[in-house]
Nanobody, 123 residues
Framework: QAQVVESGGGSVQPGGSLRLSCAVA?????MAWFRQVPGKEREGVAG?????STSYIGSVKGRFTISKVDGTLYLQMNSLKPEDTAKYYC??????????????????????WGEGITVTVTS
């Protein structure tokens, strides 16, 4: 029933910033941003739990901030690096109950996924 609507992304120079947005109708047990590049496994970037708890992959700590305002999930990405280049996906857990936000970053139990938006960091 839930629909994931993503926006943002684009191309930016190293050191620049971008903000991704994600809207999901209805209640979510957790929401998270994932990213994937060709030839590599998908990785969880940042998660936001129903209780407001957050979790980040180590490589983005101090640079990315996940937040949720009026039902919209945001990922503020600062000090971007070329290795941040990827297709970013927003996902949500809308059924099945709560789980630790860190587990959300595994992707398991996330039942609604966006189509993905591209982030390119290059000179």
């Amino acid at each position: 029933q839930a629909q994931v609507v993503e926006s943002g992304g684009g191309s930016v120079q190293p050191g620049g910033s971008l903000r991704l947005s994600c809207a999901v109708a209805g209640y979510t047990y957790c929401m998270a941003w994932f990213r994937q590049v060709p030839g590599k496994e998908r990785e969880g970037v940042a998660g936001f739990g129903a209780d407001g708890s957050t979790s980040y992959i180590g490589s983005v700590k101090g640079r990315f901030t996940i937040s949720k305002v009026d039902g919209t999930l945001y990922l503020q990405m600062n000090s971007l690096k070329p290795e941040d280049t990827a297709k970013y996906y927003c996902a949500a857990r809308t059924r099945g109950g709560s789980m630790d936000v860190a587990r959300c970053l595994s992707g398991f139990g996330m039942d609604e996924w966006g189509e993905g938006i591209t982030v390119t960091v290059t000179s």
